[in-house]
């Protein structure tokens, strides 16, 4: 069955420091992979998406993803993190016509 | 205006009640979707619609019911309450062949007394 792990319930890093967002995923061929951005009282907002092709997605708001398949993740980077993100952070997998998986989710605070 | 409306924003019940949240889309997608959002679990899918005849179970479906009463108006009613339902649920919809991303409304907190 397929799984989406996120290491890392909550996760602190100073304004302007780099940021990365582990995930790993559990399925036998590649998957369509998503991450995700919730800002405190709103929906979801998809960052970025993996289907194929080079395995460094650029996404919105500056950040990037990259995807291994041999460590079987899909990490979310930020070379220089803002207050204004500040939100909770999942990673998504669809490896089926009808089904798209979310990880349980990673919080990041921003210390200004 | 948002693409994915959903009402009420906000609601308390209490034990036993019907409630209904709905949700609204003007993107024009067929598949609507309902996921529960439980502190440190994620998004859990409990009902998912592909179009206006199609209705599925999601993996927590126990103790939901669902209504597709038009492409853009999906509905999810919760016929007897319970404090365990408690939780932010929201709705999602795609487009057919879109490769699964989808769009989000910004969510319904519910609270059971």
């Known amino acids: 069955a397929q799984s989406v792990t996120q290491p890392d319930i909550h996760i602190t890093v100073s304004e302007g420091a780099s940021l990365e967002l582990r995930c790993n995923y559990s399925?036998?061929?590649?998957?369509?992979l998503f991450w995700y951005v919730q800002s405190p009282g709103q929906g979801l907002q998809l960052l970025l998406k993996y289907f194929s092709g080079d395995t460094l997605v650029q996404g919105i708001k500056g950040f990037e993803a990259e995807f291994k398949r041999s460590q079987s993740s899909f990490n979310l980077r930020k070379p220089s993190v803002h207050w204004s993100d500040a939100a909770e952070y999942f990673c998504?997998?669809?490896?089926?016509?009808?089904?798209?998986?979310f990880g349980p989710g990673t919080s990041l605070s921003v210390i200004p | 205006d948002a693409d994915v409306t959903q009402t009420p924003r906000n609601r308390i019940t209490k034990t036993g009640k019907r409630i209904m949240l709905e949700c609204s889309q003007t993107k024009g997608h067929d598949r609507m979707y309902w996921y529960r959002q439980d502190p440190g679990l994620g998004l859990r899918l409990i009902y998912y619609s592909f179009d206006v005849k199609d209705i599925n179970k999601g993996e927590i479906s126990d103790g939901y019911s669902v209504s597709r009463q038009a492409q853009a108006k999906f509905s999810l009613s919760l016929e007897s309450a319970i404090p365990n339902q408690t939780a932010l649920y929201f709705c999602?919809?795609?487009?057919?062949?879109?490769?699964?991303?989808?769009?989000f409304g910004p969510g319904t907190r519910l609270t059971v007394l």
């Open positions: 399925y036998g061929a590649t998957p369509y």
């Open positions: 999602a919809t795609s487009a057919t062949g879109g490769l699964h991303e989808q769009f």
């Open positions: 998504a997998v669809s490896a089926s016509y009808d089904k798209v998986i």
